[in-house]
């Protein structure tokens, strides 16, 4: 299995992931789903979710985080959920919204 | 948990006179608060006590199972077992409104500061706020939106009233 | 149309205070998420699929060039440059910020607009027919007592906390606009047997997982008490309705469980005992409401308008969308006209900032500075002097609003579904616009009227059950699956609609609409329109068609 953490931002409620690196005391958050932690066993998920979730509680930057399924695929990480994959991307009716039109610049 | 109080514009954390009792716990001296089927199985034991008494209505508990008893009745506390369940605001109105009642109204159970203003208004005047204990805090979000549009037994003037006064 | 006066202004601007209170409690941490959602949502503001979301209400789905022009320039200024009108005559923004919200609501609040119960359990905006005003056999304009009860349902303190949302439609004729039927309360108005006006009281109609079409529970309810009797149903349900379970929450479900006769029991003795209260509504008051929606200064015109019917007979196009797009006016000389804003191949009901402003243009050079926002997801300009039709048009089709659908199979009704909304099971915007793309107009023009109505989910924003035909977006092991159903109706002769069979796979779902439509055209008689067709041959011709057996 692999698994990462998906939230919003509070403040601008944009799709957000627990990024690489977060652990041992600092936690930090991306806009794309290529920047995020992952976790390939049930323990690292776990942690990664309590991770987050003393984060909302902590610093209160970000809300309903909750773990999704995510597969590898060409060096990039994709939600196996069309759901979550909308919500990684952006509308599907609407290329040129959302992170699937931000990810060159960002 | 504080008890605020909201009383012909002014607002005041008081001292909360009453105990609440379990059904089961014996009853201690003083001003109680039971619940409605510990009233009803020992209404006579209760009403000859010589101190204030208090029934507490859960959700489902109308008003009306009390209606003839509430002369007698210091406080009436309906309890809002999550914030959203809200048959409270029905109860208030038709104690006011509908049984003449003028004792303590008291919310109680997950009651939120930002509720209060609803609850006042449908004739609650008193509230367990878990949120809140700060008056100054309390009476600021109470009078927030100036207007009102409903008649209800608040007496607070409508916007339809100062229409016509005008 | 109404103004606000200082009482309605000043409590939309205390509330946009309160909002703005309550934001500020929430980005301290003041208050959890848990105890913020009930609050936001009050005002309108949802946590969708890719950021927060603000509904505004669009009252009765009535609005001047200056609010137009404001819901632009939102969406301009605070949101990507697009909103999306909706089945109950509101607009949505899809990337609004927490932060900036309570500026937009103060944005809204200086065009006497607001996001108040556009979502939570409470009364939500009243909707109704976006003829109001100016269709024909109006008995008296609806709008008095939506605003009536826009001002009554508004933070209604008894009534904020209810077991689930409440919708109440109000139409001022028989005709029926504003899908009444399927509303928590449906109030149409009539004549009582002295030819006083009143109202027909319809009670538990909705959508979503378990549809009903509303029953009447008072034939006439004289117009004082329009204010008591609502308050009484609602009080009823208040304390009747369920609170275990969401799904049975409604006052449909209180209503089916309760009885008709003992439900309606309940509420006429609740009214007894209020109905001569403080609710009872002074004439004064009425009149003062019913004065703003005096008919605008209209010209006393000759009906026939001969620049108009030169045009149509010179100009098919123009023709056509005098057909299609136009409806006969109450006052001689005058015209209604629906603006698709649903050309080919574009999501129903999203609207960019620029045509909202040259909307806004044409309401004030043709129709009074009025627009109406529709539950089809149309806008209509209620007002228009005919010989100014061919004006229009041209001024529409440089816009790209002139499209001659409206009523046909590319005017679909569709919700965000999964492309927006966190609650959806599969994608309908996909499905709306493969389908606006798919038949000419002169293919449409030959089907005639057809309601297509799509959900992307059981909740039914997109009124699926009502469509002549009604597709519903369905999670299938994981994959997007479409179910269809036939022969709903939302207007006066209502009706749900009946699933045809097993699901479909989004491009299955197209080709299904294809034999529904072919089998249609095979089977009508005359003139009949497809709902007409399917009541009188049933579904076995459509399904053996779909499916190759019945
Ligand atoms: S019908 Fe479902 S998917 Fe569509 S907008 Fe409503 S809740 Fe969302």
């Given at each position: 299995m692999t698994q990462i953490v998906i939230a919003n931002y509070l403040g601008s409620g944009r799709v957000v992931f627990l990024a690489k690196g977060s652990g041992n005391g600092s936690v930090s958050w991306g806009?794309?789903?290529?920047t995020a932690e992952v976790a390939t066993d049930e323990d690292r998920a776990t942690a990664l979710l309590a991770l987050a979730e003393a984060d909302v509680a902590e610093?209160?930057?970000?809300?309903d985080p909750y773990l999704i399924d995510v597969e590898e695929e060409g060096g990039s990480l994709r939600p196996t959920k069309y759901r979550e994959a909308i919500r990684a991307l952006g509308p599907t009716v609407r290329q040129d919204l959302g992170k699937q039109a931000e990810g060159a610049e960002a | 948990m504080a008890l605020l109080e909201r009383k012909d514009g002014a607002a005041a954390v008081i001292e909360d006179r009453f105990t609440r009792v379990d059904d089961e716990a014996a009853l201690p001296v003083g001003p109680v608060i039971v619940s409605l089927s510990r009233f009803q199985a020992e209404r006579e034991a209760l009403l000859a006590r010589d101190a204030d008494l208090g029934v507490w209505l859960d959700?489902?508990?109308?008003?009306s199972e009390i209606a003839g008893d509430l002369g007698k009745l210091a406080v009436v506390a309906c309890n809002?077992?999550?914030?959203?369940?809200?048959r409270g605001f029905s109860y208030a109105r038709l104690l006011r409104e509908r049984h003449g009642y003028e004792g303590e109204v008291r919310a109680i159970g997950e009651v939120m500061l930002e509720q209060a203003p609803f609850m006042a208004r449908s004739g609650f005047s008193t509230f367990e706020l878990g949120d809140v204990s700060d008056v100054a805090e309390f009476k600021a979000v109470i009078e927030e939106?100036?207007?009102?549009y409903q008649p209800t037994g608040d007496g607070r003037e409508t916007a339809l009233q100062r229409r016509l006064g005008r | 149309m109404y103004r606000y006066d200082e009482f309605d202004h000043a409590l939309v601007q205390d509330r946009v205070t309160q909002f703005r209170r309550q934001v500020e409690r929430r980005m301290k941490g003041e208050i959890s998420e848990e105890q913020f959602r009930p609050l936001r949502l009050m005002n309108g503001l949802y946590l969708q699929l890719h950021a927060y979301m603000l509904r505004v209400a669009i009252p009765y789905g009535t609005l001047d060039s200056r609010q137009m022009r404001k819901l632009a320039y939102i969406a301009r200024r605070y949101d990507k440059g697009y909103g999306h009108f909706t089945t109950r005559q509101n607009i949505q923004y899809n990337w609004p910020k927490l932060e900036e919200t309570p500026d937009i609501l103060a944005e809204l609040a200086e065009v006497e607009m607001h996001a108040i119960q556009?979502?939570?359990n409470c009364i939500r905006n009243v909707t109704s027919d976006q003829?109001?005003?100016?269709?024909?056999?109006?008995?008296?304009?609806?709008r008095i007592w939506c605003e009536i009860a826009r001002q009554w349902s508004t933070l209604h303190p008894e009534f904020s906390f209810l077991p689930r949302k409440f919708k109440i439609a109000i139409t001022?004729?028989?005709?029926?606009?504003?899908?009444?039927?399927?509303?928590?309360i449906g109030m149409i108005m009539k004549r009582g047997a002295a030819g006083e006006v009143g109202f027909e009281v319809l009670v538990g109609g909705g959508l979503g997982r378990t549809p009903f079409v509303g029953k009447t529970i008072r034939e006439f309810l004289p117009k004082e008490h329009f204010l008591s009797y609502m308050e009484a149903i609602l009080r009823v349900y208040n304390q009747?309705?369920?609170?275990?379970?969401k799904y049975k929450a409604r006052i449909k479900v209180t209503l089916h469980e309760t009885g008709k006769e003992e439900f309606t029991r309940l509420v006429e003795e609740e009214w007894e005992a209020i109905?001569?209260?403080?609710?009872?509504?002074?004439k004064e008051e009425v009149d003062r409401i019913a004065a703003h929606f005096h008919?605008?200064?209209?010209k006393a015109l000759p009906n026939d308008a001969p620049t108009c019917d030169s045009r149509a007979a010179s100009d098919p196009e123009f023709a056509a969308w005098l057909r299609h797009n136009v409806e006969e006016h109450k006052t001689a000389g005058y015209a209604i006209v629906n603006i698709s804003v649903?050309?080919?191949?574009e999501p129903p009901g999203d609207v960019t900032d620029v045509p909202m402003e040259a909307m806004a243009e044409m309401a004030d050079a043709y129709s009074f500075s009025e627009l109406r926002v529709t539950h089809v997801q149309n806008v209509t300009?209620?007002?228009?002097e005919k010989e100014q039709l061919p004006a229009l048009f041209d001024d529409l089709a440089k816009h790209g609003?002139?499209?001659?659908?409206?009523?046909?199979?590319?005017d679909i009704i569709c919700c965000p579904g999964l492309d927006y909304c966190a609650?959806?099971?599969?994608?309908s915007i996909p499905v709306a616009q493969e389908l606006t793309k798919r038949y000419t107009l002169e293919r449409q023009q030959e089907i005639g009227d057809m309601q297509i109505k799509i959900s992307g989910?059981?909740?039914?924003c997109g009124h699926h059950h009502v469509g002549n035909i009604g597709i519903l977006g369905v999670d299938r092991k994981g994959e997007e699956h479409y179910q269809v159903q036939l022969g709903?109706?939302?207007?006066?002769d209502a009706s749900l609609g009946k699933i045809i069979g097993r699901g479909f796979t989004q491009d299955e779902v197209i080709e299904v609409v294809d034999k529904l439509l072919d089998t249609y055209l095979e089977l009508r008689?005359?003139?009949?329109?497809f709902i007409d067709t399917y009541r009188r041959v049933g579904m076995n011709p459509f399904k053996e068609r779909v499916y190759g057996t019945a």
């Open positions: 806009e794309l789903i290529d610093r209160n930057v970000v809300m | 959700s489902d508990e109308s008003p809002f077992p999550a914030f959203n369940d809200g939106v100036r207007t009102v | 556009t979502s939570g003829y109001a005003g100016a269709a024909k056999n109006e008995i008296e304009d609806p001022g004729c028989e005709n029926d606009r504003a899908a009444v039927k399927v509303h928590d009747l309705g369920r609170r275990d379970n109905k001569d209260s403080t609710l009872k509504l002074p008919p605008p200064a209209w649903k050309p080919p191949g300009l209620p007002h228009v609003l002139a499209t001659a659908n409206v009523g046909l199979v590319s609650l959806a099971n599969a994608r989910c059981i909740n039914a709903g109706s939302a207007s006066e008689e005359g003139e009949e329109a």
